[in-house]
């Protein structure tokens, strides 16, 4: 009976399905376009308030010097998913064209996830603290270390450039907003810890406004008609044997490392994510001249694969994992990884 539970179709999923599918059907453009990039920015902006009063100083304290976790999450960013990018390199040309080849190792080399990483954190009810450190720092040094990375490992024909601007729209698009959180804590925290549903709605709604947004401008540059559906999906596959492989080490990693469950459940989200959002605009600059829209289709796919497997685990997570954002012990994440 567990597993027929397990098994059932989950309403979170479904959603990111639809949604993709709906962004497919009917694409926003021109002044929706924009609008939906606006309400999109400040759902993610309204999330990091609420993350921000609900956590204490004292977890935020926490979270920022767990020293270990976050260097585990960078190492899995930017050194485990790079050499997994350069063992794949067999599969060009017989199963993967060369552009899409360099897709696949651009999608291992850029920055983790910010928003969903710590929003499936809390889902799961990990340690929320933790991943908003984590995954806010990948991001912030994959300003710098990706275009690094791009000019070691790929091919590229225009010159790297990182923006001081990106750095910016990290910090005023989350940093503060959490910061305005943590202000107004007093204010709103018994509220808050009485009332799980605005956290919820925001949480999944944001995803979900992601996800449109992102397929509505694949639809809009494209991107699909560029490429046969054999390749669309030998792609596919690629990605999942990927996913699969860095989820099932984190998952090891960090029960090696001794983490208890909700580090290993910010390891896993955190480490596992690929940015979208950061990987697009810096494609369009380290690939000037070369056919951008093939090589995005991996991180694309990659992005969309990731929060459908997430969402997922989150779920499984958080019905097997005590309520609240504290460690739990080996026996929830049997449940969860048997």
Not at 138 to 150: A, C, E, K, M, R
Not at 171 to 185: E, K, N, T
Request: net charge positive.
């Amino acid at each position: 009976m567990n597993f027929l539970r397990d098994a059932k179709p989950d309403g979170f999923v479904l959603g990111i399905i639809g949604v993709a599918a709906a962004a497919s059907i009917f694409p926003a453009t021109g002044t929706a376009e924009t609008i939906l990039g606006w309400v999109t920015k400040i759902a993610i902006g309204l999330l990091f308030l609420i993350y921000g009063a609900r956590l204490s100083p004292q977890q935020a304290w926490q979270g920022v010097k767990h020293w270990r976790l976050h260097s585990v999450v960078l190492v899995t960013t930017y050194v485990l998913f790079p050499l997994i990018g350069l063992a794949l390199r067999i599969l060009e040309p017989s199963v993967l064209s060369a552009e899409l080849y360099t897709g696949i190792l651009f999608l291992c080399l850029v920055p983790s996830t910010v928003q969903s990483s710590i929003a499936f954190t809390s889902i799961a009810k990990g340690n929320v603290a933790g991943a908003v450190v984590s995954a806010s720092f990948s991001n912030i040094l994959g300003v710098f270390i990706t275009p690094l990375l791009v000019i070691l490992l790929v091919n590229t024909s225009g010159e790297a450039h990182v923006d001081a601007s990106s750095i910016l729209n990290i910090l005023a698009q989350l940093l503060l907003p959490f910061i305005a959180g943590q202000l107004i804590r007093p204010l709103v925290a018994r509220w808050l810890a009485r009332h799980s549903g605005p956290t919820r709605i925001v949480d999944r709604g944001s995803i979900l406004l992601v996800v449109y947004s992102a397929f509505s401008e694949s639809m809009n540059q494209h991107v699909w008609s560029a490429v046969s559906v054999w390749q669309i999906v030998a792609v596919v596959l690629v990605c999942c044997v990927i996913l699969a492989a860095v989820l099932t080490l984190t998952h090891f990693i960090g029960r090696a490392m001794g983490f208890p469950l909700s580090d290993r459940i910010v390891l896993v989200f955190c480490g596992s994510k690929k940015s979208l959002a950061s990987g697009l605009p810096m494609a369009s600059v380290l690939f000037i001249g070369q056919p951008v829209g093939l090589i995005v289709l991996p991180l694309l796919l990659f992005h969309q694969i990731q929060l459908v497997v997430c969402a997922v685990l989150a779920q499984r997570y958080a019905r097997h994992s005590p309520i609240g954002n504290s460690p739990v012990g080996d026996e929830a994440e049997s449940a969860v990884h048997g």
